[in-house]
Each structure stands twice: as C-alpha cells, then as structure tokens.
C-alpha cells in the first residue's frame, strides 16, 4: 500500500534537522505541500533545498505562541488550509535529578516541548481544521511511559503530552489527533544518549539497532494518511522492541 497526502498542507515544527527533517521530506514527497518551521532560517533553507515536492520554510521560534498564531495564519492564507500539524520540535536544556533542575531550564523545557504543541494545536483548530478537520501529530518519546535518570524534566513533558494527545482528541473530533513515542533514535539532538549508551543499548534489542529518523518518518506519514483515518487518541511506541525486554 502506497501512502499519498496529495493535496494536503502539512506544518513540520522542528522541521531543519533529524526527525522533523525526514517527516518533512517523507510528507513532500508523498504529495503535501510542506511548511518546514525552526529557529534558524539558513539551516531552513538547507533542508528544504534537499527535498523533493512542494516545501516552504519558515523560521519560528515554537515555543512562541504569537509566532505560531503568525505562521499557521500565514500557511492558511497562502494555501487555503492547513490540514496536518506535526509538533515535532522539543528542547532538553537539563540532564540530571528531577529535583536538581533550576527554574529557568524547568520553564524552558515545559515551553517548548508542551506549551508549543498545545497553542500551536490551537492555532491550527481556529485557523483551519474547526472547519475542515485535519490531523495533528504529536511527537513524544518512550520517555513518557517511564522512569529514567538523568531525563526526568524532559519525560515529564512527555508524559504530559501523550496526555494531551488523547485529551485533544475527546474534544477535537473528527479532527484526529495521535502520538508517536520513539525509543533512542540517531540524531543530532540524542548524540550524548547515542554516543555514551548506543551500542549497548543496540546489543540488548530485539531488532538490533537504534532508530532512523526515517523510522518515525515513516509512522507518522502513515498517521496523518487517510489510511490511518480511525485512529485518534493513541501513541504508539516505535523503539525496536526495547520495551519488549524492558530495556531502559
């Protein structure tokens, strides 16, 4: 089965480098026209300039709520709608004890990682899809579902945000709204969990390896599909069976 989004817009937060850059060229090759959202504009046009399809790059800060109302007013505006939000884009400014981190970092994480996905949700809902229900994706991280050093403040926003996957989707319906929580993936952004725990970590899996951004890519094109078009409410779990073996 081939998965199309022709005609489709979608919004990729996150969109310059490693997960949010492989959703960004799976989706504009699959047929949408992709709104490709981060910080710095020249690493933007870096991406965008490597995909095939329809692409338009926009920095924006996510963490910002005024810039999402701007960015998703002016996507809707130039294409008519928005019909896939993918809240990619997270931060993780603190590594240690929970009760270790200082409020600025706290408020940093929370931010960016929950206040971003959920105000930009609601961007994308008074926009566009109260009126043509679209899809949101949200990407979380196995984190969410469990207790692990080093990471508590990050998977706190986490778990918040599964929460806010099955919460949105009670209320937003027949918008869908669904979840992704990848397991350890090779990116820049994971390079000191990559680098210091993969190999052992690869050695201990069922299927061997850490992921590929291509791997959540692959998922979370399927989810905003329309194959995918009785599914809300649920995350679902990419990490090469870790879980299986209750591999932290």
């Keep these: ?26 989706m504009a090759s699959s047929g949408a026209t992709v709104v490709l959202v981060s910080r710095k504009q020249d690493q933007l046009d870096e991406a965008a300039a490597s995909m095939t399809g329809r692409v338009l790059a926009v920095a924006a800060n996510t963490g910002d709520v005024d810039a999402g ?27 240690g004890r929970t009760l270790g981190v200082d409020e600025s970092r706290f408020d940093k994480t929370f931010q960016v990682n929950l206040r971003g996905p959920l105000f930009w949700s609601q961007a994308a809902w008074e926009a566009s899809m109260k009126a043509r229900p679209g899809v949101i994706v ?7 579902l469990r207790a692990e ?14 929460h806010l996957t099955r919460q949105l989707a009670s209320e937003l319906g027949p918008t869908r709204v669904v979840g ?14 990559v680098d210091n725990f993969g190999d052992k970590l690869a050695e201990s899996m069922p299927l061997g390896r850490l992921g590929e951004p291509q791997d959540v890519a692959n998922l979370v094109t399927f989810l905003a599909s329309d194959a995918a078009s009785w599914i809300t409410g649920e995350t679902y779990v990419l990490d090469g069976g870790a879980g299986v073996r209750g591999v932290a």
């Design 1 to 26: 089965m081939e998965i199309r989004l022709d005609g489709k817009v979608a919004l990729v937060t996150g969109a310059s480098k490693g997960i949010g850059r492989a959703i960004a060229a799976t």
């Design 69 to 95: 109302r701007r960015v998703i007013a002016e996507t809707v505006e130039r294409f008519g709608s928005l019909d896939i939000l993918v809240n990619n884009a997270a931060t993780n400014p603190y590594y």
């Design 138 to 144: 949200n990407v979380a991280s196995v984190g969410g």
């Design 149 to 162: 050093g080093g990471l508590g403040v990050y998977n706190l926003t986490k778990a918040a945000l599964i």
């Design 180 to 193: 992704v929580a990848p397991g350890l993936v090779k990116t820049d952004f994971a390079k000191f969990l």
